[in-house]
């Protein structure tokens, strides 16, 4: 009996789904086919495809600024390098020389500490003690 119950239930659950879904599919065309509510689907597309377009020019155009950034990034990194060997290169250069090399680099890369200076000498292939030393005179001891 109460197989009978229960089966007589799950058959009332799914014959209200089923109502639910007509009383939906009703409703749906009633939006369509109403005048004043009529929706117009290729406009809708229209609309929705100008937005597409717009939002990939914009990508577009940030695209190139990051890529224009990323060569400046780039250029300033090679030329830190090249100066970096050019300062490496000289064997026990004159102190006047490597003061200007190093105001130089200090020049071309402001935001760069005494310490960022030395490890990228170090991390170069080495540093002498001239360096060091020149670097505590030209840089401030708060730095």
């Known amino acids: 009996m109460k197989e009978d119950i229960s089966s007589d239930s799950d058959y009332e659950l799914i014959h209200s789904k089923g109502d639910l879904g007509q009383e939906n599919e009703i409703e749906d065309k009633n939006v369509f086919e109403k005048p004043g509510n009529q929706i117009n689907v290729e406009e809708l597309k229209q609309t929705f495809q ?10 577009s155009k940030q695209n190139s600024v990051l890529k224009e950034i990323i060569e400046q990034k780039n250029e300033k990194i090679i030329c830190l390098e090249n100066k970096v060997k050019q300062i490496i290169k000289r064997d026990n250069p004159p102190m006047y020389i490597v003061k200007k090399d190093l105001n130089e680099l200090i020049e071309m ?4 500490t005494k310490e960022g200076i030395k490890q990228i000498l170090l991390a170069s292939g080495g540093i002498k003690e001239i360096v060091s030393e020149n670097l505590n005179d030209i840089f401030p001891k708060t730095n």
């Open 50 to 59: 100008q937005m597409i377009d717009e939002i990939k020019t914009e990508n």
């Open 109 to 112: 890369f402001p935001l760069i």
